[in-house]
């Protein structure tokens, strides 16, 4: 994961390097921290970044202008807005900025508002490669359920595609992130993030396709899924 500061106060800059610094330390998250030193820089070398951290107020520069051309050439880009003033706000939303963290910038608020982020960016983002099932690499989040039978495990993508592997379930479940997949059945291990909602006896994923929940994996599988919602707010 790359990361680009761009901040021209040199005390706001080192406060919120340590507050990255901190957080991805902390979590373990592979990471590399690059600071910028003008907008020509900024404009040239935000698209190889996953995260910018922009200050919206850079003296005779318009932040709000320069966020706006960095989101048209690097859509992908998950833009954090900091400030001074709440009246920034409504600009943040302009850039489509993931997040607007107000200064003074506290650990506890940094941890408490780019956790989720973080988290998102890396589920969307882990892939496997396993030369015995694919000759191109996998992305967990593409994943919405695995299901076993006939002694082969089966992935099941989001675009309908099937994928047999020689795997027995508990190798995907170890392999697998505990936090975003969970079994709901003896042979099933399902995507929370691809879940909607549970009626009855059925897991009803966002495509409306419906997968079987036991009376046994039930409860621990509905209190997996609640926390998974409840990291992403």
């Not at 706001?12 to 592979?30: A, G, M, Q, W």
């Not at 900025?97 to 882990?126: C, G, H, W």
């Not at 993030?193 to 419906?210: A, E, F, G």
Request: aromatic content about 14%; proline content about 2%.
């Amino acid at each position: 994961m790359k990361v680009l500061l761009y901040e021209d106060d040199k005390h706001d800059r080192e406060i919120l390097k340590t507050r990255i610094n901190n957080f991805l330390s902390e979590h373990k998250y592979k990471y590399e921290l690059d600071e910028c030193v003008s907008s020509k820089m900024l404009l040239d070398q935000a698209c190889v970044y996953d995260f910018l951290f922009m200050d919206i107020e850079l003296g005779s520069e318009n932040g709000i202008d320069l966020g706006l051309k960095i989101r048209k050439k690097h859509k992908n880009c998950h833009i954090i807005i900091t400030s001074n003033y709440t009246k920034y706000l409504i600009d943040g939303y302009k850039v489509k900025a993931d997040r607007y963290l107000l200064k003074p910038i506290s650990q506890e608020l940094f941890d408490s508002e780019m956790a989720p982020v973080f988290r998102e960016y890396y589920a969307e983002n882990t892939t496997i490669y396993d030369e015995k099932i694919s000759r191109y690499r996998i992305r967990l989040n593409d994943i919405m359920y695995i299901d076993f039978f006939d002694k082969n495990s089966y992935l099941v993508f989001d675009n309908g595609k099937k994928l047999k592997t020689p795997y027995p379930l508990y190798y995907w479940e170890e392999k697998l992130s505990k936090e975003y997949f969970a079994r709901c059945y003896k042979s099933i291990l399902v995507n929370l993030n691809y879940v909607d909602t549970i009626v009855k006896n059925d897991i009803i994923l966002v495509n409306k396709q419906k997968v079987p929940v036991s009376r046994f994996y039930r409860k621990q599988f509905e209190e997996k899924w609640l926390e998974n919602i409840q990291r992403m707010l």
